[in-house]
């Protein structure tokens, strides 16, 4: 089977490419159940993957039930992203022995084994592309991050029932994946079976495959995987309006919305560490008493008062200024910077937000009220 | 030893090495208790420094002044109000360690209540105790020149401090919430996906968020993180179901007068009593 063709395979079928992919040396990691919710976790076989399971996503909460039926995909991306699996929370750089004039340095050793994704939604395979741009295309690739990418093998899962939160439709990012996998899955559970349609994209994706016994997918397989991806396309209904969005939101730095949502903003980072984008890091140095030193790197977010921090003081105090700086990069100058949105439309940071805060209903009213500012503003005595 | 601890006003030690004090207000010792449970470590603490003033260790006490006090517990009377302005004459560093020498303490709940309210509930003869009418941090009563949060505080974080002045670097110690140490070990949120009431939010890490980790919600041992918005996180436990009094209960235990949780508590309808200012008299670090 070549890249663009297709192949049909039961449950069985998905347990040995899942096999498979572990004899061959990959770490196989999927979505798993664990407290609650669907997170990344070790995958060994399709017994590890949620079977039956359906997620209840609104702006502020999170409900993971076991529902009816076999089907493993059955829901929409939970807290945990891929990203930190590539770009780690917590990065050992290098450790240094200090005894007086005699310094030696030490850096960790690259990861063992190369990384097998089972399952990752079309949305993740936009964020891994967004994060690309960031960590691996630039003109200082981060060495971390490009060793376990590089490496990784990426199975997709096509999204057949996206959750309240989701808005890829509008970020162009799902729920259907045309690039970016090794192999792509799509789930069928219907009159004609519990089977997923198989599609190759990659030379790799292909070896791996020719050494497991696939069937071609038939006309009907593939127009059944069709009329999944428009129907859940049709259920997405949270949108983000894109047009012009990057210049509205640059031409409305003063406006009020910016305070009012920093009202409820509990500035607690938990949007921008849920995100499978956002890349922000502090790299910290340490020191113990035994005279080791240690530079780590650590993820870093624009809501903490420190990210700020220039000579004698932060400069980002007000929650809206910290709130204004998130949402104006991702959807804004992130456009300047690489090129692309720093949105994928997966929905983490609305669903993961304690007080239900939504990046879509943000940057709709500021679109509602373009150009507003404050009273302050206006008289020329300045807001902040 | 080199670095900012250095000969200050003559306190280092005979052998060189920096001294260090460790002073007790009203408190309940667990914060004292993190240096011993150092353990592997302490020996090279002790490498480190002269423990000049330790009760929880040692009879023997080296008079000061110290290079770096640590200070426990809470100024409760006229007596302590006194003798914390002398451990501060005598020490170059005084760090404060424990939500009761940062925020008051539980005892602080007595800042709530009718005037020996409390007294008379706990003593017999409330009439031996000569205490004053409040509980109050380190830093309303002198310069602090860093605050380490917790109930009890974290060794990690203890050493992290004490390695860092020693060094005469900034400390390593995160203002941000408990939701990057839940994250960034992989907990999945007991807020969103249980409805679980949690302070988390408007909590300062430092605990490795131990109970979200279990499935509980966060207690807020660690008092407030920065910028705290307790009101917005608050009008979300309304929403799922707290009663007033209940919020102003979930705000008021081991830093019930943390300003933030204390004027969270207050608005849920705990009674306001006693006008605390935020009186703050910190240095920013460095600063001689």
Same mark, same amino acid.
């Given at each position: 089977?070549?890249?663009?063709?297709?192949?049909?395979?039961?449950?069985?079928?998905?347990?040995?490419?899942?096999?498979?992919?572990?004899?061959?040396?990959?770490?196989?990691?999927?979505?798993?159940? &664990?407290?609650?919710?669907?997170?990344?976790?070790?995958?060994?076989?399709?017994?590890?993957?949620?079977?039956?399971?359906?997620?209840?996503?609104?702006?502020?909460?999170?409900?993971?039930?076991?529902?009816?039926?076999?089907?493993?995909?059955?829901?929409?991306?939970?807290?945990?992203?891929?990203?930190?699996?590539?770009?780690?929370?917590?990065?050992?750089?290098?450790?240094?022995?200090?005894?007086?004039?005699?310094?030696?340095?030490?850096?960790?050793?690259?990861?063992?084994?190369?990384?097998?994704?089972?399952?990752?939604?079309?949305?993740?395979?936009?964020?891994?592309?967004?994060?690309?741009?960031?960590?691996?295309?630039?003109?200082?690739?981060?060495?971390?991050?490009?060793?376990?990418?590089?490496?990784?093998?990426?199975?997709?899962?096509?999204?057949?029932?996206? $959750?309240?939160?989701?808005?890829?439709?509008?970020?162009?990012?799902?729920?259907?994946?045309?690039?970016?996998?090794?192999?792509?899955?799509?789930?069928?559970?219907?009159?004609?079976?519990?089977?997923?349609?198989?599609?190759?994209?990659?030379?790799?994706?292909?070896?791996?495959? $020719?050494?497991?016994?696939?069937?071609?997918?038939?006309?009907?397989?593939?127009?059944?995987?069709?009329?999944?991806?428009?129907?859940?396309?049709?259920?997405?209904?949270?949108?983000?309006?894109?047009?012009?969005?990057?210049?509205?939101?640059?031409?409305?730095?003063?406006?009020?919305?910016?305070?009012?949502?920093?009202?409820?903003?509990?500035?607690?980072?938990?949007?921008?560490?849920?995100?499978?984008?956002?890349?922000?890091?502090?790299?910290?140095?340490?020191?113990?008493?035994?005279?080791?030193?240690?530079?780590?790197?650590?993820?870093?977010?624009?809501?903490?008062?420190?990210?700020?921090?220039?000579?004698?003081?932060?400069?980002?105090?007000?929650?809206?200024?910290?709130?204004?700086?998130?949402?104006?990069?991702?959807?804004?100058?992130?456009?300047?910077?690489?090129?692309?949105?720093?949105?994928?439309?997966?929905?983490?940071?609305?669903?993961?937000?304690?007080?239900?805060?939504?990046?879509?209903?943000?940057?709709?009213?500021? &679109?509602?009220?373009?150009?507003?500012?404050?009273?302050?503003?206006? &008289?020329?005595?300045?807001?902040? | +030893?080199?670095?900012?601890?250095?000969?200050?006003?003559?306190?280092?030690?005979?052998?060189?090495?920096?001294?260090?004090?460790?002073?007790?207000?009203?408190?309940?010792?667990?914060?004292?208790?993190?240096?011993?449970?150092?353990?592997?470590?302490?020996? +090279?603490?002790?490498?480190?420094?002269? %423990?000049?003033?330790?009760?929880?260790?040692? @009879?023997?006490?080296?008079?000061?002044?110290?290079?770096?006090?640590?200070?426990?517990?809470? %100024?409760?009377?006229?007596?302590?109000?006194?003798?914390?302005?002398?451990?501060?004459?005598?020490?170059?560093?005084?760090?404060?360690?424990?939500?009761?020498?940062?925020?008051?303490?539980?005892?602080?709940? @007595?800042?709530?209540?009718?005037?020996?309210?409390?007294?008379? +509930?706990?003593?017999?003869?409330?009439?031996?105790?000569?205490?004053?009418?409040?509980?109050?941090?380190?830093?309303?009563?002198?310069?602090?020149?860093?605050?380490?949060?917790?109930?009890? %505080?974290? @060794?990690?974080?203890?050493?992290?401090?004490?390695?860092?002045?020693?060094?005469?670097?900034?400390?390593? %110690?995160?203002?941000?919430?408990?939701?990057?140490?839940?994250?960034?070990?992989?907990?999945?949120?007991?807020?969103?996906?249980?409805?679980?009431?949690?302070?988390?939010?408007?909590? @300062?890490?430092?605990?490795?968020?131990?109970?979200?980790?279990?499935?509980?919600?966060?207690?807020?041992?660690?008092?407030?993180?920065?910028?705290?918005?307790?009101?917005?996180?608050?009008?979300?436990?309304?929403?799922?179901? +707290?009663?007033?009094?209940?919020?102003?209960?979930?705000?008021?235990?081991?830093?019930?007068?943390?300003?933030?949780?204390?004027?969270?508590?207050?608005?849920?309808?705990?009674?306001?009593?006693?006008?605390?200012?935020?009186?703050?008299?910190?240095?920013?670090?460095?600063?001689?």
């Amino acid at each position: 089977m070549r890249v663009g063709e297709a192949a049909v395979i039961d449950p069985r079928g998905l347990d040995e490419l899942i096999r498979l992919l572990g004899d061959l040396g990959y770490e196989t990691k999927g979505p798993v159940v &664990r407290d609650g919710a669907i997170m990344p976790g070790a995958v060994r076989g399709v017994e590890d993957l949620p079977a039956g399971y359906q997620d209840e996503q609104a702006p502020g909460h999170y409900r993971l039930r076991r529902g009816e039926g076999d089907s493993l995909f059955a829901w929409a991306v939970g807290p945990g992203s891929w990203k930190a699996e590539m770009f780690s929370p917590t990065e050992e750089l290098w450790r240094a022995l200090v005894h007086g004039d005699d310094v030696s340095i030490t850096e960790p050793e690259s990861p063992v084994a190369p990384l097998a994704i089972i399952g990752a939604r079309p949305c993740e395979l936009a964020a891994m592309a967004v994060l690309d741009r960031v960590l691996a295309d630039s003109a200082v690739p981060d060495p971390h991050y490009v060793a376990r990418r590089e490496g990784a093998f990426v199975v997709a899962a096509e999204c057949g029932h996206p $959750a309240a939160t989701c808005f890829c439709t509008s970020m162009g990012t799902g729920p259907g994946v045309e690039s970016g996998f090794d192999l792509a899955l799509s789930e069928l559970n219907d009159a004609g079976g519990h089977r997923f349609v198989l599609r190759v994209g990659t030379e790799r994706g292909a070896d791996v495959l $020719a050494r497991l016994s696939v069937a071609a997918a038939t006309v009907d397989d593939l127009a059944a995987r069709n009329q999944m991806v428009s129907r859940a396309a049709g259920a997405v209904h949270r949108q983000l309006a894109n047009e012009g969005l990057p210049a509205l939101l640059a031409r409305n730095q003063e406006h009020p919305r910016w305070d009012e949502v920093a009202e409820r903003c509990l500035a607690c980072g938990n949007c921008t560490l849920v995100c499978p984008t956002c890349f922000c890091s502090d790299v910290r140095d340490t020191s113990d008493l035994s005279g080791e030193v240690r530079r780590g790197r650590v993820w870093a977010s624009c809501f903490d008062l420190d990210h700020s921090y220039l000579h004698g003081g932060s400069v980002r105090t007000s929650v809206s200024s910290r709130y204004r700086q998130w949402l104006t990069h991702k959807l804004s100058t992130w456009w300047d910077q690489f090129g692309t949105s720093g949105c994928i439309g997966c929905g983490r940071c609305i669903a993961w937000c304690p007080v239900g805060i939504d990046i879509t209903e943000e940057a709709a009213a500021i &679109r509602e009220t373009d150009g507003a500012v404050h009273a302050a503003t206006a &008289r020329g005595v300045g807001p902040r | +030893m080199s670095g900012g601890a250095d000969g200050a006003n003559g306190a280092a030690g005979d052998d060189g090495r920096p001294t260090l004090a460790v002073w007790k207000f009203a408190s309940c010792d667990g914060c004292q208790l993190s240096l011993l449970d150092c353990e592997e470590e302490l020996l +090279m603490l002790a490498g480190a420094v002269r %423990i000049a003033h330790f009760t929880e260790m040692s @009879r023997a006490s080296t008079p000061g002044p110290y290079d770096v006090s640590l200070v426990e517990g809470s %100024i409760t009377t006229e007596a302590d109000a006194e003798r914390v302005r002398e451990v501060r004459a005598m020490s170059r560093r005084l760090v404060t360690i424990g939500a009761c020498a940062t925020a008051g303490g539980i005892q602080a709940l @007595r800042n709530f209540a009718g005037e020996g309210e409390y007294a008379g +509930m706990v003593y017999a003869h409330p009439e031996y105790i000569a205490a004053l009418e409040t509980s109050t941090p380190i830093s309303a009563h002198v310069e602090v020149d860093f605050e380490l949060q917790g109930c009890p %505080i974290d @060794r990690h974080q203890l050493l992290e401090v004490l390695t860092a002045t020693l060094a005469g670097r900034r400390p390593v %110690i995160p203002g941000h919430s408990v939701c990057w140490q839940c994250k960034g070990r992989g907990t999945v949120c007991v807020l969103v996906a249980k409805g679980t009431a949690c302070l988390g939010p408007v909590t @300062r890490s430092g605990c490795g968020a131990l109970c979200p980790a279990v499935g509980r919600g966060c207690f807020g041992c660690f008092g407030p993180a920065e910028t705290a918005n307790t009101a917005s996180l608050a009008a979300q436990l309304r929403h799922q179901g +707290m009663a007033p009094l209940e919020l102003s209960r979930f705000f008021s235990t081991f830093n019930a007068a943390a300003p933030a949780f204390r004027d969270e508590a207050v608005a849920e309808g705990a009674p306001v009593r006693v006008a605390l200012g935020a009186t703050r008299r910190n240095r920013p670090w460095g600063a001689q």
